[in-house]
């Protein structure tokens, strides 16, 4: 999963980050990598985010369970009150 986040005011992530990824473990996942930014786009015409998470799950279901979970609606809802976020999902390579 990738998420791109686009946000003016992080005062929200505090609260988010302390909370979310032990819910993400809960369904199997984790982090590879967050950048609180800055970011650059070097090629394409993509707005910049101010900031990108990957993460592994064990499969597309886990995710669906994870952004689905009652425990993680709080902070989806924080999530969503304070930026705009694009979020794919695929299958890695096997």
Known sequence: ???LMYADDMSWAEEYGANV???IRKYGGDYNFVSGGPVEVVEGDLPVP???G???FP???AIMQFLNAEEYQP???LRNRHSRTQIMIFDGRA
């Open 1 to 3: 999963m990738v998420a």
């Open 54 to 56: 990957t993460f592994n």
């Open 50 to 52: 101010s900031g990108v």
């Open 75 to 77: 902070y989806a809802d």
């Open 21 to 23: 990824p032990q819910i």
């Open 59 to 61: 499969s597309r279901e």
